[in-house]
């Protein structure tokens, strides 16, 4: 299971930090992925991390003003948010690599870019003066 | 980047119909690609990866096919739960949702 927790009213150019507790499974060898949803509006991907947290990939849209982290001792994953801007505000959802790391860098074609079978729930974000 | 095309935006559709939504890739991307669906108010959930590997617990009515820059999700026998809306994921280069399809209820 994954829960989401952190989405809160913002103004823009604030910060925000979003938090994803996992459960139910071997937290550290999965990589995590944060995706998310504006009002209406289709899916994003943001940012995903390696089950180490040594590899990160970002959308261009967040580089250089979100930051993924995980801390493995609390079976937790971040997204740190900066300089937020009306067009961030979405639905934010995180979800688990299908497989362990260790499979995906034999079967992905990049060794880590995956699909993702477990989501969580959500929390809303909404940048807004 | 990899932009992922989907079509339709949206189909009126009956139960026990057939229905068929395409995912074009900009590039190749070797069967790297996942479907989901989307129900009103919920997280996504994975259908199919591999382009047209079924996971485990999903009806046998959704099935994928495809290959280089294009991918196809086919439902048969439509069912009333299966009134959602359906994304497309490239997982070949990073990550790319398509637009999503949105199957409403003729």
């Known amino acids: 299971q994954l829960l989401e927790s952190g989405g809160d009213l913002v103004q823009p150019g604030g910060s925000l930090r979003l938090s994803c507790e996992a459960s139910d499974f071997t937290f550290n060898i999965y990589g995590m992925t944060w995706v998310r949803q504006a009002p209406g509006t289709g899916l994003e991907w943001v940012a995903s991390i390696s089950g180490s947290g040594g590899n990160t990939k970002y959308a261009d849209s967040v580089k250089g003003r979100f930051i993924i982290s995980r801390d493995n001792s609390k079976n937790t994953v971040f997204l740190e948010m900066n300089s937020l801007r009306a067009d961030d505000t979405a639905e934010y959802f995180c979800?688990?690599?299908?497989?362990?790391?260790?499979?995906?860098?034999?079967?992905?074609?990049?060794?880590?870019?995956?699909?993702?079978?477990?989501w969580g729930e959500g929390t809303t974000v909404i940048v807004s003066s | 980047d990899i932009q992922m095309t989907q079509s339709p935006s949206s189909l009126s559709t009956s139960v026990g119909d057939t229905v068929t939504i395409t995912c074009r890739a900009s590039q190749d991307i070797i069967n790297s690609l996942a479907w989901y669906q989307q129900r009103s108010g919920s997280a996504p959930k994975v259908l199919l990866y591999?382009?047209?590997r079924l996971v485990s617990g999903v009806p046998s009515r959704f099935s994928g096919s495809g290959s280089g820059t294009e991918y196809t999700l086919t439902i048969t026998s439509l069912q009333p739960e299966d009134f959602a809306t359906y994304y497309c994921?490239?997982?070949?280069?990073?990550?790319?949702f398509g637009q999503g399809t949105r199957l409403e209820i003729k």
């Open positions: 994921q490239q997982y070949y280069s990073s990550s790319t």
């Open positions: 979800a688990k690599d299908a497989d362990p790391e260790n499979v995906v860098a034999l079967i992905a074609v990049n060794g880590y870019s995956y699909y993702m079978d477990v």
């Open positions: 591999a382009a047209s």
